[in-house]
């Protein structure tokens, strides 16, 4: 079988030398690529899982060059090296590219119904715009053999401050199969999420939610190929909101309260739909042929109450569709010349998407009042070519990649007297080329110094860009693109695997967002497009060494810088901790005593970042203080499964997140302790 596209599930290895399919979609070993790859396989990220089923909190502690992520599950920071990042499931994008927006589309299945998670560090020219600092793609569940498997996980966790109202219940059940030709798995996942506490038992702002969620794989031999299908379906309803009074400031906790829920809340929901249908053959006309197709639908509906002791309840409801399908190939073309071994891909890709999201007035039979993005529609057109040669110890790759753009503001309930409105007609036309090139080199049988140039692009607030616009020909979905450079070692020796990369990346027009001026003094300000230039440098690392067959130990390290020009200073400012990550280290150990016991310990240190002088300072850019946090768990072999115990934030710190910090109007105290208790097999 030819090597899948990114998105079709890959066999499943501890080994980091096996095929990554994220990262050159015609499949390629870990040692082989030129650009920073982390691979987070099934038990790592149970481990993780175990500390904190956030799973953005889990994989900052397991991937160098990710963002802090803040607490909040609607405040998260998907970036990777100061940018962008395209988050995926099997493949399907589920960002909203359209407008940026909050991050619920990272919790839109179980984190149980992960496999394993191929992370693209960097920008690159096989996906196009949208992925500038790289590409997240979360892989489901299939079934890994002929015998019949059940998945089980059964665990609670709750808060050792206060108990009241933060208990936090998992639970999920998975089964699969390989048989004669085809395999199966089908998975299931509920949630009863609770609030969090501080350490002295304060509220932390969030809200409880309940979640229903459902995961499937169904792949079949067909003409000497084979077809599969997968597919995910997520369901959350919101709960009771918890939110600070408005008082906050830096160094200034002010009180979190539960405030009066929307009175329309029963209506609040955020659904999700995904599915893709894949078919890999081996030989098509000399080629290995990759294609796919997907389809995704998302609704949120917003019930939201923006509470602020001055003007008391702000209710506010909206709400958002976002449909998107698209389609996917990759011919693969293997030969030998001579000396040389050569691999050629390429391929054309589609995609549709859509975005319509109306302020509305539930208790006036939903009356539009205005919007946050009138109807856009807009279609990418692709090309791409990658070449690989292979010299024996030197490999050479480089590729191109040509996008079109096309797009439309619709119709959809158009009213010129509302606020907002924008007038229904095509967009401006435009399009994009972005290249890569890079090497890597055996400077033995087991290290690889690797590194080369590659370039990234985002278009995104096209949604805002559209609000209140008459001329739609004057909205042209420019590109914002950065050129991207990085140099890493890689290898193992004995039980030691390492990795160590250091990068720098430039934009001279990144899309960003800035608040309206027009709205000074409202509760509620929207955010509006912005270009501007930005520079951001660092490096990062990871290790892992099996000491014995008892001990374990494992690091994690970045540290990043970024600077944005301002335009009203006339010259470049730091970026602060809620956009990139300062000094950051994470080392872990897990020790395994006797047979069914396996104890784990980790720790994780965010440095100072005191970038700005007092001036800076008073006029509101933040320095942030230093964090150290530890994590701990006691596995027990019971069965054909674990029983476990864990303890995030194990010392009780009492902190602000770093990446909360840097935003500085975020600025509350993190949760305290908690534990989670639970259960995981598989028959």
């Not at 619920?104 to 992960?114: C, K, N, V």
């Not at 990759?290 to 509906?301: A, N």
């Not at 006036?364 to 529609?377: L, N, Q, R, T």
């Not at 800035?514 to 929207?526: H, K, M, N």
Request: with cysteine; net charge negative.
């Amino acid at each position: 079988m030819a090597a899948p596209i990114a998105g079709a599930q890959a066999a499943e290895s501890s080994d980091r030398d096996e095929i990554i399919v994220t990262a050159t979609r015609s499949g390629t070993a870990l040692v082989d690529l030129a650009t920073s790859v982390s691979v987070v396989g099934e038990e790592e990220l149970s481990q993780q899982l175990d500390f904190n089923t956030n799973v953005m909190r889990a994989l900052e502690f397991a991937i160098p060059g990710l963002a802090p992520q803040r607490e909040s599950r609607s405040n998260c920071s998907p970036n990777i090296r100061g940018r962008q990042t395209s988050i995926q499931v099997n493949g399907i994008p589920v960002n909203e590219n359209i407008r940026q927006s909050t991050c619920d589309q990272m919790y839109q299945l179980s984190p149980f119904a992960i496999e394993r998670v191929e992370v693209l560090r960097g920008g690159t020219a096989l996906y196009g715009a949208g992925s500038p600092g790289g590409v997240i793609n979360f892989i489901t569940r299939r079934a890994k053999g002929r015998q019949l498997e059940v998945d089980v996980v059964a665990q609670t966790s709750f808060n050792t401050s206060k108990l009241d109202d933060t208990f936090t219940t998992d639970l999920y059940g998975g089964v699969g199969q390989k048989l004669d030709g085809w395999d199966y798995y089908v998975g299931a996942a509920y949630t009863d999420g609770g609030v969090e506490r501080t350490p002295n038992g304060g509220l932390v702002p969030g809200r409880e939610y309940e979640s229903v969620a459902f995961n499937g794989s169904l792949g079949v031999d067909l003409a000497g190929g084979e077809l599969r299908v997968t597919g995910t379906w997520y369901r959350e309803d919101k709960g009771q909101q918890y939110s600070a009074d408005g008082t906050q400031d830096i160094g200034n906790f002010a009180p979190v309260i539960p405030v009066d829920s929307h009175p329309q809340l029963d209506e609040g929901v955020m659904r999700s739909t995904t599915v893709a249908l894949f078919y890999d053959h081996p030989d098509v006309l000399g080629h290995s042929l990759s294609v796919s197709g997907y389809y995704q639908d998302q609704l949120y509906r917003q019930r939201d109450n923006f509470f602020d002791l001055t003007f008391g309840n702000d209710f506010f409801a909206s709400d958002s569709y976002h449909d998107r399908f698209g389609f996917r190939s990759t011919l693969v073309k293997k030969a030998n010349l001579g000396a040389v071994e050569f691999v050629g891909s390429y391929g054309f890709d589609y995609t549709y998407n859509s975005y319509y999201r109306p302020a509305i007035d539930p208790a006036a039979g939903d009356a539009i009042f205005g919007y946050v993005s009138p109807e856009v529609i807009f279609n990418t057109y692709a090309l791409f070519g990658q070449i690989e040669l292979d010299f024996g110890r030197l490999r050479l790759v480089g590729g191109a990649r040509q996008e079109w753009y096309r797009g439309e503001i619709g119709d959809r309930d158009f009213d010129p007297a509302i606020p907002g409105s924008a007038t229904p007609g095509d967009l401006g036309k435009s399009d994009l080329a972005l290249y890569n090139l890079g090497a890597v080199f055996d400077v033995t049988d087991a290290v690889q110094l690797y590194g080369g140039f590659s370039q990234g692009a985002e278009i995104a607030q096209l949604g805002r860009a559209a609000r209140g616009q008459s001329d739609p020909s004057l909205i042209t979905p420019e590109p914002a693109t950065s050129d991207q450079f990085e140099l890493g070692i890689r290898g193992r020796t004995g039980g030691l695997r390492f990795e160590v990369a250091g990068f720098r990346s430039t934009s001279d027009r990144a899309s960003l967002l800035q608040e309206d001026q027009s709205c000074a003094g409202e509760t509620l300000c929207p955010l509006v497009p912005l270009r501007a230039r930005q520079r951001f440098w660092g490096f990062e690392g990871s290790a892992d060494w099996q000491v014995s067959n008892q001990l374990d130990l494992a690091a994690v390290v970045t540290w990043q810088r970024g600077k944005i020009f301002d335009e009203g200073l006339g010259r470049f400012i730091e970026y602060s901790t809620d956009t990139v990550a300062p000094f950051r280290l994470t080392g872990s150990a897990s020790y395994r005593p006797i047979e069914p016991l396996s104890l784990s310990l980790q720790g994780t240190y965010y440095g100072a970042a005191d970038y700005y002088t007092a001036a800076e300072q008073a006029a509101g850019f933040v320095n942030t203080e230093s964090t150290f946090l530890m994590d701990a768990s006691i596995r027990y072999q019971l069965g054909k499964g674990e029983l476990f115990v864990a303890a995030s934030n194990l010392l009780d710190e009492k902190y602000v997140s770093v990446a909360d910090q840097g935003v500085g109007f975020f600025y509350y105290q993190a949760e305290g302790r908690r534990v989670t208790v639970g259960y995981k097999a598989r028959f």
